[in-house]
Protein backbone atom coordinates (compact mmCIF):
# COMPACT_ATOMS: atom_id res chain seq x y z
CA UNK A 1 0.00 0.00 0.00
CA UNK A 2 1.06 3.45 -1.15
CA UNK A 3 1.94 5.54 2.48
CA UNK A 4 -0.17 8.62 3.10
CA UNK A 5 -0.83 10.92 5.61
CA UNK A 6 -3.35 10.33 8.26
CA UNK A 7 -5.31 13.29 9.57
CA UNK A 8 -8.84 13.51 11.52
CA UNK A 9 -10.61 16.43 11.53
CA UNK A 10 -13.36 17.60 14.37
CA UNK A 11 -15.10 19.76 12.17
CA UNK A 12 -15.96 21.11 8.64
CA UNK A 13 -13.37 23.88 8.84
CA UNK A 14 -11.08 21.74 9.89
CA UNK A 15 -11.68 19.17 6.79
CA UNK A 16 -11.19 21.67 4.50
CA UNK A 17 -7.91 23.23 5.67
CA UNK A 18 -6.43 19.68 6.16
CA UNK A 19 -7.60 18.41 1.91
CA UNK A 20 -6.34 21.92 1.15
CA UNK A 21 -6.46 22.08 -2.71
CA UNK A 22 -7.64 17.96 -2.68
CA UNK A 23 -4.84 17.29 -5.56
CA UNK A 24 -4.21 13.21 -4.33
CA UNK A 25 -6.09 13.51 -1.08
CA UNK A 26 -9.50 12.05 0.02
CA UNK A 27 -12.16 11.96 2.45
CA UNK A 28 -12.70 9.07 4.81
CA UNK A 29 -16.04 8.95 6.22
CA UNK A 30 -16.99 4.71 7.13
CA UNK A 31 -14.26 3.66 4.73
CA UNK A 32 -15.95 0.77 3.25
CA UNK A 33 -14.82 1.99 -0.14
CA UNK A 34 -12.14 4.27 0.36
CA UNK A 35 -9.90 1.60 2.04
CA UNK A 36 -10.57 -1.70 -0.06
CA UNK A 37 -9.12 0.66 -3.05
CA UNK A 38 -6.38 1.54 -1.23
CA UNK A 39 -5.59 -1.99 -0.28
CA UNK A 40 -5.67 -3.51 -3.80
CA UNK A 41 -3.61 0.02 -5.14
CA UNK A 42 -6.20 1.32 -7.25
CA UNK A 43 -6.13 4.36 -5.06
CA UNK A 44 -3.17 6.09 -4.16
CA UNK A 45 -3.89 9.04 -2.51
CA UNK A 46 -0.78 10.96 -0.43
CA UNK A 47 -3.31 11.92 2.28
CA UNK A 48 -6.42 11.04 4.00
CA UNK A 49 -8.77 13.46 6.07
CA UNK A 50 -10.93 11.57 8.16
CA UNK A 51 -14.51 13.44 8.56
CA UNK A 52 -16.05 10.38 10.82
CA UNK A 53 -16.18 12.75 13.69
CA UNK A 54 -17.22 16.45 11.75
CA UNK A 55 -20.74 16.60 13.24
CA UNK A 56 -22.78 16.21 10.19
CA UNK A 57 -24.65 12.97 10.13
CA UNK A 58 -27.99 15.08 11.72
CA UNK A 59 -31.16 13.91 9.73
CA UNK A 60 -33.59 17.11 10.09
CA UNK A 61 -37.04 18.26 8.86
CA UNK A 62 -36.62 21.87 7.83
CA UNK A 63 -39.16 24.04 8.29
CA UNK A 64 -39.85 24.01 4.18
CA UNK A 65 -40.65 20.64 4.70
CA UNK A 66 -37.22 18.97 3.05
CA UNK A 67 -35.68 16.18 4.80
CA UNK A 68 -32.16 17.41 5.13
CA UNK A 69 -29.61 14.06 5.45
CA UNK A 70 -26.36 14.74 6.69
CA UNK A 71 -23.28 13.36 5.05
CA UNK A 72 -22.46 11.21 7.59
CA UNK A 73 -25.51 9.63 8.13
CA UNK A 74 -25.11 6.12 8.24
CA UNK A 75 -26.94 4.25 5.76
CA UNK A 76 -29.23 2.10 7.75
CA UNK A 77 -29.74 5.26 10.34
CA UNK A 78 -31.11 7.01 6.88
CA UNK A 79 -33.48 4.07 5.68
CA UNK A 80 -34.58 3.48 9.23
CA UNK A 81 -35.53 6.67 9.83
CA UNK A 82 -38.99 7.21 10.32
CA UNK A 83 -39.88 10.37 7.96
CA UNK A 84 -37.63 8.37 5.33
CA UNK A 85 -39.98 4.85 5.76
CA UNK A 86 -43.11 7.09 5.75
CA UNK A 87 -42.11 9.80 2.96
CA UNK A 88 -39.41 8.27 0.82
CA UNK A 89 -40.08 4.35 1.15
CA UNK A 90 -38.47 4.35 -1.87
CA UNK A 91 -35.59 5.48 -0.82
CA UNK A 92 -35.74 3.05 2.60
CA UNK A 93 -36.36 0.30 0.00
CA UNK A 94 -32.88 0.91 -2.36
CA UNK A 95 -30.76 1.40 0.70
CA UNK A 96 -31.95 -1.96 2.20
CA UNK A 97 -31.54 -3.91 -1.17
CA UNK A 98 -27.70 -2.91 -0.93
CA UNK A 99 -24.69 -4.49 0.85
CA UNK A 100 -25.24 -5.66 4.23
CA UNK A 101 -26.07 -4.49 7.42
CA UNK A 102 -22.69 -4.32 9.29
CA UNK A 103 -21.66 -2.46 5.77
CA UNK A 104 -24.45 -0.07 6.00
CA UNK A 105 -23.83 0.51 9.59
CA UNK A 106 -20.66 1.93 8.35
CA UNK A 107 -21.52 3.69 5.01
CA UNK A 108 -22.39 7.35 4.96
CA UNK A 109 -24.46 9.56 2.81
CA UNK A 110 -21.19 10.99 1.19
CA UNK A 111 -19.31 7.86 0.90
CA UNK A 112 -22.35 6.02 -1.49
CA UNK A 113 -22.55 8.55 -3.53
CA UNK A 114 -18.66 8.96 -4.10
CA UNK A 115 -18.26 5.13 -4.15
CA UNK A 116 -16.70 3.80 -7.83
CA UNK A 117 -17.56 1.45 -10.37
CA UNK A 118 -17.42 -2.33 -9.80
CA UNK A 119 -16.05 -2.54 -13.11
CA UNK A 120 -13.78 -5.94 -12.35
CA UNK A 121 -10.99 -4.43 -14.59
CA UNK A 122 -10.86 -0.97 -12.55
CA UNK A 123 -9.94 -2.80 -9.51
CA UNK A 124 -7.28 -5.09 -11.24
CA UNK A 125 -4.22 -2.92 -11.64
CA UNK A 126 -2.84 -5.32 -14.07
CA UNK A 127 -5.62 -4.32 -16.60
CA UNK A 128 -5.42 -1.19 -18.68
CA UNK A 129 -8.14 0.70 -17.65
CA UNK A 130 -9.57 4.75 -18.50
CA UNK A 131 -11.02 5.59 -15.48
CA UNK A 132 -7.69 4.43 -13.17
CA UNK A 133 -5.41 5.54 -15.74
CA UNK A 134 -6.14 7.73 -18.33
CA UNK A 135 -5.10 6.92 -21.79
CA UNK A 136 -4.15 3.21 -20.94
CA UNK A 137 -7.12 1.61 -22.49
CA UNK A 138 -10.32 -0.05 -21.66
CA UNK A 139 -9.86 -3.95 -20.83
CA UNK A 140 -13.53 -4.39 -20.58
CA UNK A 141 -14.40 -3.19 -24.49
CA UNK A 142 -13.23 -6.56 -25.74
CA UNK A 143 -13.26 -8.20 -22.24
CA UNK A 144 -15.66 -9.91 -20.48
CA UNK A 145 -18.62 -6.97 -20.13
CA UNK A 146 -21.75 -8.56 -18.86
CA UNK A 147 -21.94 -5.95 -15.90
CA UNK A 148 -21.50 -2.69 -17.95
CA UNK A 149 -23.55 0.15 -19.17
CA UNK A 150 -26.10 -0.38 -22.13
CA UNK A 151 -26.56 3.36 -22.19
CA UNK A 152 -24.50 6.49 -22.14
CA UNK A 153 -21.50 4.85 -22.37
CA UNK A 154 -18.19 6.10 -24.55
CA UNK A 155 -15.35 4.49 -26.03
CA UNK A 156 -13.51 5.33 -23.08
CA UNK A 157 -15.40 4.01 -20.43
CA UNK A 158 -18.37 1.52 -20.35
CA UNK A 159 -18.75 0.99 -17.00
CA UNK A 160 -21.82 1.31 -14.60
CA UNK A 161 -22.43 3.34 -11.59
CA UNK A 162 -22.74 1.07 -9.12
CA UNK A 163 -25.40 2.60 -6.20
CA UNK A 164 -28.83 1.41 -5.20
CA UNK A 165 -29.45 4.64 -3.32
CA UNK A 166 -28.76 7.14 -5.84
CA UNK A 167 -31.01 5.71 -7.89
CA UNK A 168 -33.96 6.43 -5.49
CA UNK A 169 -32.48 9.98 -4.98
CA UNK A 170 -32.34 10.81 -8.75
CA UNK A 171 -36.09 10.19 -8.63
CA UNK A 172 -36.61 11.89 -5.61
CA UNK A 173 -34.86 15.25 -6.96
CA UNK A 174 -32.27 15.43 -4.31
CA UNK A 175 -29.87 18.25 -3.85
CA UNK A 176 -26.60 17.92 -3.06
CA UNK A 177 -24.78 20.64 -0.81
CA UNK A 178 -21.42 21.26 -0.79
CA UNK A 179 -18.83 23.12 0.88
CA UNK A 180 -15.94 24.63 -1.29
CA UNK A 181 -11.98 24.36 -0.16
CA UNK A 182 -11.77 27.84 -0.61
CA UNK A 183 -15.57 29.00 1.68
CA UNK A 184 -18.44 29.48 -0.10
CA UNK A 185 -20.89 26.42 -0.86
CA UNK A 186 -23.08 25.39 -3.59
CA UNK A 187 -25.63 23.40 -4.53
CA UNK A 188 -25.87 20.66 -7.11
CA UNK A 189 -29.03 18.92 -8.11
CA UNK A 190 -28.28 15.09 -8.21
CA UNK A 191 -29.24 14.10 -11.82
CA UNK A 192 -26.29 16.61 -12.42
CA UNK A 193 -24.11 14.90 -9.70
CA UNK A 194 -22.70 11.67 -11.48
CA UNK A 195 -21.19 12.33 -14.92
CA UNK A 196 -21.15 10.52 -18.08
CA UNK A 197 -17.77 9.33 -18.84
CA UNK A 198 -17.62 10.80 -22.64
CA UNK A 199 -13.58 11.69 -23.07
CA UNK A 200 -13.03 12.06 -18.92
CA UNK A 201 -14.21 8.62 -17.42
CA UNK A 202 -11.89 9.52 -14.45
CA UNK A 203 -13.99 11.93 -13.05
CA UNK A 204 -17.27 9.91 -11.75
CA UNK A 205 -19.06 13.59 -10.61
CA UNK A 206 -19.69 17.41 -10.73
CA UNK A 207 -17.17 17.79 -7.27
CA UNK A 208 -14.31 19.36 -7.88
CA UNK A 209 -10.94 18.58 -5.64
CA UNK A 210 -11.55 19.35 -1.91
CA UNK A 211 -15.34 20.10 -1.97
CA UNK A 212 -16.95 18.44 1.28
CA UNK A 213 -20.77 17.16 0.55
CA UNK A 214 -22.63 17.91 3.49
CA UNK A 215 -25.84 17.41 3.04
CA UNK A 216 -28.21 15.72 1.02
CA UNK A 217 -31.85 16.92 1.12
CA UNK A 218 -34.91 15.87 -0.13
CA UNK A 219 -37.83 18.48 -1.10
CA UNK A 220 -41.54 17.37 0.37
CA UNK A 221 -42.87 14.88 -1.75
CA UNK A 222 -46.73 13.08 -1.08
CA UNK A 223 -46.49 10.76 -3.73
CA UNK A 224 -45.68 7.03 -3.60
CA UNK A 225 -42.32 5.93 -4.43
CA UNK A 226 -40.79 2.26 -4.73
CA UNK A 227 -37.22 0.95 -5.98
CA UNK A 228 -36.80 -2.71 -6.95
CA UNK A 229 -33.64 -4.61 -7.48
CA UNK A 230 -32.34 -7.25 -9.79
CA UNK A 231 -29.39 -9.21 -8.94
CA UNK A 232 -27.77 -12.62 -9.54
CA UNK A 233 -28.51 -13.74 -5.65
CA UNK A 234 -30.87 -12.78 -3.38
CA UNK A 235 -28.57 -10.84 -0.66
CA UNK A 236 -25.08 -9.35 -1.01
CA UNK A 237 -24.73 -8.54 -4.44
CA UNK A 238 -25.12 -5.30 -6.63
CA UNK A 239 -27.52 -4.97 -9.22
CA UNK A 240 -28.20 -6.56 -12.69
CA UNK A 241 -30.24 -3.66 -13.34
CA UNK A 242 -33.02 -1.58 -11.07
CA UNK A 243 -35.83 0.45 -11.39
CA UNK A 244 -36.61 3.56 -9.18
CA UNK A 245 -40.23 4.97 -9.67
CA UNK A 246 -41.59 8.22 -8.16
CA UNK A 247 -45.23 8.35 -8.93
CA UNK A 248 -48.13 11.24 -7.68
CA UNK A 249 -51.42 9.73 -8.36
CA UNK A 250 -54.57 12.09 -8.57
CA UNK A 251 -57.90 9.55 -7.70
CA UNK A 252 -56.85 6.38 -10.37
CA UNK A 253 -54.78 8.75 -12.54
CA UNK A 254 -51.64 9.58 -12.39
CA UNK A 255 -50.53 13.13 -11.79
CA UNK A 256 -46.84 13.15 -12.18
CA UNK A 257 -44.07 10.33 -12.15
CA UNK A 258 -40.60 10.17 -12.52
CA UNK A 259 -38.40 6.78 -13.66
CA UNK A 260 -34.65 5.99 -13.06
CA UNK A 261 -32.63 2.90 -14.24
CA UNK A 262 -29.69 1.48 -11.95
CA UNK A 263 -26.70 -0.37 -13.30
CA UNK A 264 -27.91 0.31 -16.99
CA UNK A 265 -24.86 3.51 -17.38
CA UNK A 266 -22.11 5.30 -15.89
CA UNK A 267 -24.95 7.75 -14.04
CA UNK A 268 -28.66 6.94 -12.83
CA UNK A 269 -30.19 7.17 -16.12
CA UNK A 270 -33.38 9.76 -15.39
CA UNK A 271 -36.24 8.32 -18.08
CA UNK A 272 -36.36 11.75 -19.01
CA UNK A 273 -39.99 11.15 -21.28
CA UNK A 274 -41.63 8.76 -18.48
CA UNK A 275 -43.13 11.81 -17.09
CA UNK A 276 -44.62 13.18 -20.06
CA UNK A 277 -46.10 10.05 -21.19
CA UNK A 278 -47.47 9.17 -17.73
CA UNK A 279 -48.76 12.45 -16.65
CA UNK A 280 -52.74 12.60 -16.84
CA UNK A 281 -53.41 8.74 -17.82
CA UNK A 282 -54.66 5.61 -15.93
CA UNK A 283 -52.19 3.13 -14.96
CA UNK A 284 -51.89 0.75 -18.03
CA UNK A 285 -49.93 -2.31 -18.40
CA UNK A 286 -49.78 -1.11 -22.22
CA UNK A 287 -48.70 2.16 -21.56
CA UNK A 288 -45.84 0.70 -18.92
CA UNK A 289 -44.59 -1.32 -21.67
CA UNK A 290 -44.18 1.38 -24.55
CA UNK A 291 -42.87 4.02 -21.87
CA UNK A 292 -40.01 0.36 -21.16
CA UNK A 293 -39.36 0.12 -24.40
CA UNK A 294 -39.11 3.99 -25.36
CA UNK A 295 -36.05 4.65 -22.37
CA UNK A 296 -33.85 1.93 -23.91
CA UNK A 297 -34.44 2.65 -27.60
CA UNK A 298 -30.87 4.33 -27.86
CA UNK A 299 -29.24 1.24 -25.83
CA UNK A 300 -26.43 -0.08 -27.09
CA UNK A 301 -25.53 -3.99 -26.03
CA UNK A 302 -22.10 -5.40 -25.98
CA UNK A 303 -20.96 -9.16 -26.60
CA UNK A 304 -22.26 -9.93 -22.86
CA UNK A 305 -24.94 -7.48 -21.85
CA UNK A 306 -27.56 -7.62 -24.42
CA UNK A 307 -29.75 -9.82 -21.63
CA UNK A 308 -30.07 -5.81 -19.48
CA UNK A 309 -32.33 -4.53 -22.25
CA UNK A 310 -34.98 -7.43 -21.94
CA UNK A 311 -34.54 -7.32 -18.03
CA UNK A 312 -34.52 -3.45 -17.40
CA UNK A 313 -37.55 -3.23 -19.33
CA UNK A 314 -39.37 -5.87 -17.78
CA UNK A 315 -38.02 -4.58 -14.54
CA UNK A 316 -39.32 -0.93 -15.20
CA UNK A 317 -43.08 -2.52 -16.07
CA UNK A 318 -42.93 -3.91 -12.80
CA UNK A 319 -41.65 -1.22 -11.07
CA UNK A 320 -44.43 1.14 -12.67
CA UNK A 321 -47.44 -1.60 -11.73
CA UNK A 322 -46.32 -2.17 -8.00
CA UNK A 323 -46.55 1.55 -7.58
CA UNK A 324 -49.44 2.41 -9.13
CA UNK A 325 -51.37 -0.11 -7.61
CA UNK A 326 -51.15 -2.58 -10.70
CA UNK A 327 -49.61 -5.54 -8.55
CA UNK A 328 -48.91 -5.76 -4.82
CA UNK A 329 -45.90 -4.66 -4.06
CA UNK A 330 -43.22 -7.66 -3.66
CA UNK A 331 -39.61 -8.21 -2.45
CA UNK A 332 -37.67 -10.35 -5.31
CA UNK A 333 -38.16 -13.16 -3.42
CA UNK A 334 -42.23 -12.72 -2.61
CA UNK A 335 -41.16 -11.15 0.55
CA UNK A 336 -43.58 -8.49 1.25
CA UNK A 337 -41.49 -5.33 0.94
CA UNK A 338 -42.10 -1.40 1.32
CA UNK A 339 -45.71 0.08 1.05
CA UNK A 340 -46.13 3.42 -0.53
CA UNK A 341 -47.53 4.56 2.52
CA UNK A 342 -44.61 3.75 4.44
CA UNK A 343 -43.11 1.05 6.96
CA UNK A 344 -40.54 -1.30 5.30
CA UNK A 345 -40.82 -5.17 6.00
CA UNK A 346 -38.68 -8.05 5.34
CA UNK A 347 -35.33 -6.11 4.54
CA UNK A 348 -32.66 -9.05 6.09
CA UNK A 349 -34.51 -11.63 3.95
CA UNK A 350 -34.46 -9.60 0.63
CA UNK A 351 -30.83 -6.89 1.78
C1 LIG B 1 -18.91 -5.92 0.08
C2 LIG B 1 -19.64 -4.68 -0.31
C3 LIG B 1 -20.90 -4.78 -0.90
C4 LIG B 1 -21.58 -3.62 -1.28
N1 LIG B 1 -22.82 -3.73 -1.86
C5 LIG B 1 -23.47 -2.60 -2.27
C6 LIG B 1 -24.73 -2.67 -2.91
O1 LIG B 1 -25.29 -3.76 -3.12
N2 LIG B 1 -25.32 -1.51 -3.28
C7 LIG B 1 -24.74 -0.30 -3.06
O2 LIG B 1 -25.32 0.72 -3.41
N3 LIG B 1 -23.55 -0.20 -2.46
C8 LIG B 1 -22.90 -1.33 -2.06
N4 LIG B 1 -21.68 -1.22 -1.47
C9 LIG B 1 -21.00 0.08 -1.43
C10 LIG B 1 -21.25 0.84 -0.16
O3 LIG B 1 -22.56 1.38 -0.19
C11 LIG B 1 -20.20 1.96 -0.13
O4 LIG B 1 -18.95 1.34 0.11
C12 LIG B 1 -20.49 2.97 0.95
O5 LIG B 1 -21.72 3.60 0.76
C13 LIG B 1 -19.39 4.02 0.97
O6 LIG B 1 -19.58 4.86 2.10
P1 LIG B 1 -18.38 5.16 3.11
O7 LIG B 1 -18.89 6.12 4.10
O8 LIG B 1 -17.81 3.89 3.66
O9 LIG B 1 -17.37 5.87 2.11
P2 LIG B 1 -15.78 5.92 2.16
O10 LIG B 1 -15.23 4.61 1.76
O11 LIG B 1 -15.29 6.52 3.42
O12 LIG B 1 -15.55 6.99 0.99
C14 LIG B 1 -15.93 6.72 -0.34
C15 LIG B 1 -15.57 7.93 -1.19
O13 LIG B 1 -16.39 9.03 -0.82
C16 LIG B 1 -15.60 10.17 -0.47
N5 LIG B 1 -16.37 10.87 0.56
C17 LIG B 1 -16.98 10.30 1.64
N6 LIG B 1 -17.68 11.23 2.30
C18 LIG B 1 -17.52 12.41 1.63
C19 LIG B 1 -18.02 13.73 1.81
N7 LIG B 1 -18.83 14.05 2.84
N8 LIG B 1 -17.64 14.70 0.93
C20 LIG B 1 -16.82 14.40 -0.11
N9 LIG B 1 -16.31 13.17 -0.32
C21 LIG B 1 -16.67 12.18 0.54
C22 LIG B 1 -14.28 9.58 -0.02
O14 LIG B 1 -13.21 10.50 -0.18
C23 LIG B 1 -14.13 8.41 -0.99
O15 LIG B 1 -13.65 8.87 -2.22
C24 LIG B 1 -20.98 -2.36 -1.06
C25 LIG B 1 -19.72 -2.26 -0.43
C26 LIG B 1 -19.06 -3.40 -0.08
C27 LIG B 1 -17.70 -3.26 0.58
S1 LIG C 1 -15.25 0.12 -18.42
FE1 LIG C 1 -14.33 1.95 -17.53
S2 LIG C 1 -13.74 1.25 -15.51
FE2 LIG C 1 -14.00 -0.60 -16.76
S3 LIG C 1 -12.01 -1.04 -17.74
FE3 LIG C 1 -13.13 0.27 -19.13
S4 LIG C 1 -12.39 2.31 -18.57
FE4 LIG C 1 -11.95 1.01 -16.86
Given amino acids: MHPFRYDRALTVQEALQ ?25 HRPDALVDIKRVPLAGILLL ?44 ASMGGNLL ?10 TAMACNKREPGTGCSALEGINRVHAVLGA ?14 ALAVLDALVQVQKPGGGRRTIRFRDFHRLPGNEPQKDSALEPGELI ?7 FAGRSHYLKVRERASYAFALVSVAVALEMEGDTIKTARVALGSVAHKPWLVEDAGKRLQGKKPDVALFR ?11 PLEHNGYKIPLGKNTLVRALMETSGLMPLQGPAGTAFASSAGGVAGDEAVA
Fill in 18 to 42: SIRNGKNTAFLAGGTSQIDLMKEDV
Fill in 63 to 106: PDGVLRLGANASNNDVAYHPLVQKQYPGLAEAILAGASPQIRNM
Fill in 115 to 124: QRTRCPYFRD
Fill in 154 to 167: SEKCIATHPSDMCV
Fill in 214 to 220: TSVDLPA
Fill in 290 to 300: AVADDAFKDAK
